[in-house]
C-alpha cells in the first residue's frame, strides 16, 4: 500500500521482486584475512565494502539451487535432516 497521511492512495497485489542475496559462502586470499580485526567482531560484508572502497576485485557466483542458512544452531540441524 502507498500512504498519504491516513488515506490509502495506491495499492499494488503482491509484486514480484527478483533480487540477488549474500549467501554467506567466501573465498579469500590470504592478503585480505590480514585485513580482518584479530580479537573483535568484524562482518563479512564490512571486509566486502572494504575491497570494493580500495578498488580491489570483488567477484560473485551465483546459486541456482537449492540454499539454506546454517547460521543457526537449529537451523544446521534442519539441514542434517534435509540431506
Known amino acids: 500500500?502507498?500512504?498519504n497521511e491516513n488515506f490509502i492512495v495506491n495499492f499494488e497485489e503482491k509484486?514480484?521482486?527478483t533480487y540477488y542475496a549474500n549467501a554467506?559462502?567466501?573465498l579469500l586470499k590470504k592478503e585480505y584475512i590480514n585485513r580482518i580485526p584479530k580479537d573483535a567482531f568484524y562482518n563479512a560484508t564490512d571486509l566486502?565494502?572494504?575491497?570494493?572502497?580500495?578498488?580491489?576485485?570483488l567477484v560473485h557466483s551465483p546459486i541456482?539451487?537449492?540454499w539454506i542458512d546454517?547460521?543457526?544452531?537449529?537451523?544446521?540441524l534442519k539441514a542434517i535432516e534435509i540431506v
Not at 70 to 76: E, S, T
Open 48 to 57: 566486502m565494502k572494504e575491497i570494493i572502497t580500495a578498488k580491489g576485485k
Open 1 to 3: 500500500m502507498e500512504l
Open 70 to 76: 546454517i547460521g543457526k544452531h537449529d537451523d544446521y
Open 15 to 17: 509484486p514480484k521482486n
Open 24 to 26: 554467506g559462502i567466501y
Open 64 to 66: 541456482t539451487g537449492y
